[in-house]
């Protein structure tokens, strides 16, 4: 999957343009070209913060959400299962762009394992179903995106979760990542502000089979406390 090249730093491309900079040095190519390479988007994720995840999909809408049809091959010919095939060994090869933040170069073995039983074909919008498998967010009524899976699996592997938890989801989308969590943990409370898309959610997941998860409609900013304690907390969006 090709998301295209990264948009120049603001600075450099004011330094080209400057009189005294129109010979820029051998250094500032290399970082020109760094920031230009579709590795630049992997560093962004692989940075272990709260903002990491957000901005990442804040650069992905704006450069582009546009562009996915050009930049991904469809496949209509290969069934899906080839696609989710293909999509996981994708992600699995990327665990050592983690491995500093993971404390291992492999991801934990049960998050594939879930990923493999989740068809993400059920979780994107009908227009968009011929990029259920390509690594990368899909644009969702409103404005927002469903999760791309390799972020899927980072949140959900630095989560480490248990089959006896009980996880909170602050923003369910169309239930990807909340199916995921369903099948690994005991229960899942997942909260969306959207009440359309959190009744596409449920009505997904429902018929995945995933049938440990509560639902609700509202702004989870601050969390949810009808539901009780719980073991572990995500926030997507």
Known sequence: VSLGAAPKHATYTRCLASPQHTKPSAKRARCANR??????????????????????????????????ALSVTASPNRSYAAQQAELLAQIAAQARTFGPHLGRDYWRPHVLT??????????????????AYADAPLPV??????????VVALMTDLL????????????????????????LCAKVATIE???ALAGQARERLLASGIDNV???????????????????IVVAG
């Open 141 to 150: 009524d409103g404005g927002t995106t469903t999760s791309q899976p390799l």
């Open 214 to 232: 509560t639902y609700g409609v509202g702004d989870g900013h601050l969390g949810w406390p009808e539901i009780g304690a719980v073991d572990r």
């Open 35 to 68: 920031r230009n390479s579709k590795a630049d988007t992997r560093l962004l994720i692989a940075r272990r913060n709260d903002d990491t995840i957000r901005c990442y999909t804040r650069w992905y809408r704006r450069h582009c959400t546009g562009q996915i």
């Open 193 to 195: 502000i959207d009440p």
């Open 114 to 131: 879930a990923m493999a039983a989740v068809p993400r074909h059920r979780h994107v919008p009908a227009a968009w179903l011929r990029l």
């Open 160 to 183: 480490d979760v248990a089959d006896t938890h009980h996880v909170l989801e602050i923003g369910t989308g169309l239930g990807y990542a909340t199916a995921v969590l369903g099948r």
